[in-house]
């Protein structure tokens, strides 16, 4: 199956079973707004809880906090959101269709490098062992060309980026002959900054009313506690305030289901340390939150790093770890080293110090921020898609199975008994009960066995527990494992640690 069609089944899937629907579907939807359904909240949940629990629980010195959406306006004047969270926009005048100008030449590099690696695959085939892949890069010339030319398109596209200049941007898509990848067009139009905030008022109009926006990033809800958080927890540096929550983004272009949404959810964390330490907290934090992903038992081609090249207005360090999505390597979640950039801006604009009296070194300082920023719709997205398997049985038979890691399952136990009679379903229910209150359990007692096996694999329960007349005389039940489809027969007493051994590992 190739990925564009992964991608529509991974999405069609999510629908059919309860994960994700269109947000108000019977009015046709909402472009880019989303809701979870009964299986996705599920989900949700866990991937949250995950991420909670080893931000937070298990670091001393993180602590977490629960801010709102709504903040004072001049929030986002200090931010630099008012004046710099801007996208340069471009649309066709052929297909009608608005692109992010950046996105149309980062798409067009990606291009390039399926070419490198195209060239690196062809020679490595006929080396043979001998093969050496650096050394190639460097020396075939047609290689050593295409990197040639990554390297000049985003060495121009950061000198407009930064530099705001959107003339040369449009010029370098019509130098490079990038077409509109749905109509096909080179028909451009200039390329403008449009501003991503959603804003409403405030207080009814009678009363005079305020323009306040929706939040764009949790973060700042994190900043302006800064010092609430440190005084009354008694923080000392380093020490970091987390935060789930909503987000909202006026995107250009919301595509590819919930990886790019108008109102989306972040788990974030902002570090706060000492001046001049920030580099050596901004490499703990990459590797510390690789180690994170890769605790899930994912592939680790499936991840990478990306240094960013075009530095935010408040970033003095950037990387990006990508995840291997059906469309692409694209950004998963962000680190960044933020400076002291947002304190000092909410002292500059609230007249408030937020400083910090460091006891060790006998002085007052405004504390550096490594922040590290992970979307929880895109988290959602890597683990259905990686998940998310189409598998061919040795009997003929086909299955479609979520390989999700069992402690973000949404059920974690299928209870099942094997007939509708004879005293089971009782028998079912009665384990049932004991196993509800730690696990997310199901019952299914409809249709043959095999179909409600199917049924437990399309949903991602990593175990399904049937219940027989064996049971009933020696208090033993078959447990079958997910993926392996294996089944072993164990006592009622064993399902407990079976089940929480798995969630363990
Ligand atoms: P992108 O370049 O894809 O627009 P970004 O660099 O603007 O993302 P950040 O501002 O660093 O993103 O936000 C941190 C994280 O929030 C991202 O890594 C991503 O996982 C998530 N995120 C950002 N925008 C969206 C969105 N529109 N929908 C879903 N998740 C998002």
Known sequence: MNQEDLFKNVISHAKEYGFVFPSSEIYDGLSAVYDYGQLGAELKNNIKAYWWKSMVQMHENIVGIDSAIFMHPTTWKASGHVDAFNDPLIDNKDSKKRYRADVLIEDHITKIEAKIDKEIKKAEKRFGDSFDADMYKETNPRVKGYIDKISSIEKRMKRCLDEGDLEDLKQLILDEEIADPIGGSRNWTDVRQFNLMFSTEMGSVAEGSNKIYLRPETAQGIFVNYLNVQKTGRMKIPFGIAQIGKAFRNEIVARQFIFRMREFEQMEMQFFVKPGTEMEWYAYWKEERMKWHRSLGISEDSYRFHDHIKLAHYANAAADIEFKFPFGFKELEGIHSRTDFDLKQHEEHSGKKLQYFDPEENKNYVPYVVETSIGLDRMFLAMLSYAYTEEQLEDGSERTVL?????????????????????????????????????????????????????QDAIGTPFAVTVDHQTLEDQTVTIRERDSMQQERVSIDQLDGIIRAKLKS
């Open 403 to 455: 390989k999700l890691p069992a402690k973000l399952a949404p059920y974690k136990v299928a209870i099942l008994p094997l007939l509708k009679k004879d005293g089971l379903p009782e028998k079912a229910r009665e384990i049932m009960a004991q196993l509800q209150e730690d696990y997310m359990c199901q019952y299914d007692e409809k249709d043959a066995i095999g179909r409600r096996y199917r049924r």
